[in-house]
């Protein structure tokens, strides 16, 4: 019987070594991993000389912008901009407009998302004002709850000892995590000043918000999962608790790159939450990845419209795009030896489907999900001219690149094609995705 669909003579990773194979694909799985010469017959094949033959990124922090805020992205836009980065996995955010906060909501994003998806897409819903309430049937269909204490999803919440414990308890009955952005800073604050806004959204804030949550968290269990840790500090606090499932954390690529001693902040297009740190807070995250302090890298890819970011500092927008820019960069660390493949495949594709119950995501072997990008190496600069997502401002304006995906296949289907999309809305992709 012939198998659907031959990925050939591609490099694959095992391991720290690549070698020559090539990978076939069957109903919309990967059937094997094969020696050149001893492939099954396939109805398709796809030469891969030279290429690399990688699992597809799973970018667990995406803000995808649907329903109301579609002006600044949306399911369709961002699902592209996905595939055109790698990234074959996205997992929504809930501060959108509505926030996801019932399963009406969930159910309306869900329709919207299928209408219009290029890759995956998995939900996280908000905690709503009275955690008592929150609805049980949005369970099957979410990977995880998230919490912003600095910028509630609901008016007039504050994140007070019982509301951690009760969020927290959440998690523990469900047996998702509870994502945090940790940041004790009040709701309420109006930064008048450059410094205000950063004293306010300071590394001490960052770490007093994850403090308070771990005490919530040692009194009544359940899971955090610490989102865009940006400090050393917090590192040192995230490797003190540390706990297998129960602790978990992720870097964004903005936060590894860039510090904000190379930005004069006149403007917004740097300006994303938590802030730039310094270069010595950049290098404690590297470590920490080396370290598996940090579990995984996602884009916190937070799209807003040119004219939100072309502002003075403090009254931009807060968020940057990423779907198009974290794999690039962390391959290029990987390609320029500062990273190993072992790392990269861990943080970028493995741990993120571990923590988040994907059990048949997030690796290239026999079994597993068809979710696969073809690279590249060849050098070019980022240009967020040429991004797919609608935000094309981004503080990494020209940075070098030796990596470039230029194949998505997501479940078996070939969805990006050397940048043109070759499969219309709603055909690639299971939304939502769910636990396995
Ligand atoms: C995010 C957004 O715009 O939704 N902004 C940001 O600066 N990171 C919100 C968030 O992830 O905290
Ligand atoms: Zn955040
Ligand atoms: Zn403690
Ligand atoms: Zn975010």
Aim: charged letters at 25%; one cysteine or more.
């Amino acid at each position: 019987m012939a198998v659907d669909l031959l990925l050939k003579n591609g490099k694959t990773v095992i391991g720290d070594k690549t070698a020559t194979q090539s990978v076939a694909i069957n109903a919309g799985k990967i059937e094997g991993i094969y020696k050149i010469g001893s492939e099954p017959a396939s109805r398709e094949v796809i030469e891969c000389e030279n290429l690399y033959i990688l699992p597809g990124a799973i970018d667990t922090h995406v803000h995808l912008r649907d329903l109301k805020l579609s002006e600044k992205e949306d399911f369709a836009t961002g699902t592209m901009a996905a595939a055109a980065g790698g990234v074959t996995t996205v997992v929504d955010m809930p501060n959108s407009d509505p926030p996801t906060l019932s399963r009406a909501d969930l159910d309306e994003k869900i329709a919207e998302a299928q209408a219009k998806r290029f890759v995956n897409i998995g939900f996280y819903a908000g905690v709503p004002k009275k955690p008592s309430d929150f609805d049980h049937e949005m369970v099957p269909d979410i990977l995880g709850a998230k919490v912003y204490p600095h910028s509630p999803l609901v008016k007039r919440v504050s994140y007070t000892k019982p509301r951690m414990e009760a969020c927290l308890k959440i998690s523990a009955e469900y047996g998702f995590p509870l994502l945090i952005h940790p940041d004790a800073s009040s709701p309420s604050a109006m930064p008048e000043s450059l410094d205000e806004y950063f004293h306010l959204h300071s590394c001490e804030n960052e770490v007093e918000s994850l403090r308070r949550f771990l005490d919530a968290q040692n009194k009544v269990g359940g899971r955090i999962h610490v989102c865009h840790v940006s400090c050393a500090s917090t590192v040192r606090l995230v490797e003190e608790h540390r706990a297998e499932e129960s602790l978990t954390a992720e870097a964004c690529p903005h936060h590894l790159f860039l510090s904000g001693d190379g930005f004069e902040n006149i403007d917004g297009t740097a300006k994303i939450l938590p802030p730039l740190r310094s270069p010595y807070d950049a290098s404690s995250l590297w470590d920490a990845i080396r370290r598996c302090t940090i579990d995984i890298v996602v884009s916190d890819h937070a799209p807003h419209t040119e004219q939100e970011k072309h502002l003075p500092f403090l009254e931009a927008a807060s968020g940057i795009p990423g779907l198009e820019t974290t794999v690039p960069l962390l391959l290029t660390e990987v390609l320029q030896g500062r990273l190993s493949w072992v790392e990269y495949l861990r943080c970028c594709c493995s741990a993120p489907a571990r923590i988040f119950g994907l059990n048949d995501k997030g690796v290239l072997a026999r079994g597993y999900d068809a979710d696969i990008m073809i690279v590249s190496v060849e050098e070019s600069g980022i240009s967020g001219e040429s991004f797919v997502s609608k935000a094309k401002i981004t503080p990494l304006e020209g940075r070098r690149i030796v990596a470039r995906p230029v194949k998505t296949i997501v479940g078996g289907v070939l969805v990006y094609d050397e940048g043109k999309f070759v499969v219309g809305r709603g055909v690639a992709g299971r939304v939502p995705v769910r636990k396995t």
